[in-house]
């Protein structure tokens, strides 16, 4: 297996990150990050940059030139309508001996980036692992300014769809991640699951790992699918979710130590989207 050489440039200094973004910013990351395309290493770097791009609201990696395969990658044509990346300089397309993967990296303006190089992540199958140090992650970067903590309960939580109470504990996981609703994950003993049908859907969370499992309501009325999840091997920050089922609180009613609480509204309001 080839691996990426290493001549490139210092990581930049930090420009930390504003209150409103309008513009690419960055900070230096210490974490050895890793990117494959079938058994090709395309990217190993112990000095990568976490990389903030305008109305992203989350992060993604910027390598120097000489921690990338750079004969991989051939100069290409700016996409037609690319959908993010709206300051970069350069695209380049993956070439592989199975394929070419058009437009999977780019470049970023300016003199601080310049010999940095960025890869598609969302949306795409661009790359197939992502390794920080040892640990696969999926979907984005860990932003190091986001915090995602997992706490044991003895509050009563009630989860109701259409007026049928679906879920009751008293012995709930609390998971508190930064910008969004507190998630109440349940006892699988605690949760009506007769009521839903299994959907065989599959999500990939950066900060929990993959679920696998999730249930539909199959019952009457307007309720989203895929309403109900459960990670079976989450990431080992979150180990004390392992198995537990969870509700998209946006689209239930749930009721808090005997207090009905308001539906929140967040990027999970619309579906569909990955488990959170």
């Given at each position: 297996?080839?691996?990426?050489?290493?001549?490139?440039?210092?990581?930049?200094?930090?420009?930390?990150?504003p209150?409103?973004?309008?513009?690419?910013?960055?900070?230096?990351?210490?974490?050895?990050?890793r990117?494959?395309?079938g058994?090709?290493?395309?990217v190993?770097?112990?000095?990568?940059?976490?990389v903030?791009?305008?109305?992203?609201?989350?992060?993604?990696?910027?390598?120097?030139?000489?921690?990338?395969?750079?004969?991989?990658?051939?100069?290409?044509?700016?996409?037609?309508?690319?959908?993010?990346?709206?300051?970069?300089?350069?695209?380049y397309?993956?070439?592989?001996a199975?394929?070419?993967?058009?437009?999977?990296?780019?470049?970023?303006?300016?003199?601080?980036?310049?010999?940095?190089?960025?890869?598609?992540?969302?949306?795409?199958?661009?790359?197939?692992?992502?390794?920080?140090?040892?640990?696969?992650?999926?979907?984005?970067?860990?932003?190091?300014?986001?915090?995602?903590?997992?706490?044991?309960?003895?509050?009563?939580?009630?989860?109701?769809?259409?007026?049928?109470v679906?879920?009751?504990?008293?012995?709930?996981?609390?998971?508190?991640?930064?910008?969004?609703?507190?998630?109440?994950?349940?006892?699988?003993?605690?949760?009506?699951?007769?009521?839903?049908?299994?959907?065989?859907?599959?999500?990939?969370?950066?900060?929990?790992?993959?679920?696998?499992?999730?249930?539909?309501w199959?019952g009457?009325?307007?309720?989203?699918?895929?309403?109900?999840?459960?990670?079976?091997d989450?990431?080992?920050?979150?180990?004390?979710?392992k198995?537990?089922?969870?509700?998209?609180?946006?689209?239930?009613?749930?009721?808090?130590?005997?207090?009905?609480?308001e539906?929140?509204v967040?990027?999970?309001?619309?579906?569909?989207?990955?488990?959170?």
């Open positions: 297996m080839t691996t990426p050489h290493r001549d490139a440039p210092s990581v930049p200094v930090a420009r930390r990150r209150e409103t973004i309008d513009s690419v910013i960055w900070e230096p990351s210490e974490r050895w990050v990117a494959t395309k058994d090709v290493t395309i190993d770097s112990r000095r990568p940059v976490l903030w791009e305008p109305g992203r609201p989350v992060p993604l990696y910027a390598f120097p030139a000489g921690d990338v395969r750079m004969d991989l990658l051939r100069e290409t044509a700016r996409p037609a309508n690319p959908r993010r990346h709206a300051g970069a300089t350069l695209f397309d993956l070439v592989l199975d394929g070419t993967v058009p437009a999977a990296a780019w470049t970023y303006p300016g003199e601080e980036l310049a010999g940095h190089v960025s890869f598609e992540w969302f949306g795409r199958d661009v790359l197939d692992h992502w390794y920080e140090e040892d640990e696969e992650i999926f979907v984005h970067p860990r932003d190091p300014h986001k915090r995602v903590d997992a706490l044991p309960s003895s509050r009563h939580v009630q989860v109701e769809i259409e007026g049928t679906v879920a009751d504990t008293h012995t709930p996981v609390l998971l508190f991640e930064t910008h969004l609703p507190v998630r109440y994950y349940f006892p699988r003993e605690d949760v009506r699951l007769d009521l839903f049908t299994p959907t065989g859907s599959l999500t990939r969370c950066p900060y929990k790992g993959v679920a696998t499992d999730y249930w539909s199959a009457s009325g307007d309720v989203r699918p895929d309403i109900a999840w459960s990670y079976p989450p990431l080992p920050a979150v180990a004390i979710i198995d537990r089922v969870a509700f998209y609180n946006e689209s239930v009613d749930i009721v808090l130590d005997g207090e009905r609480l539906r929140p967040s990027f999970f309001s619309t579906p569909p989207h990955g488990a959170s």
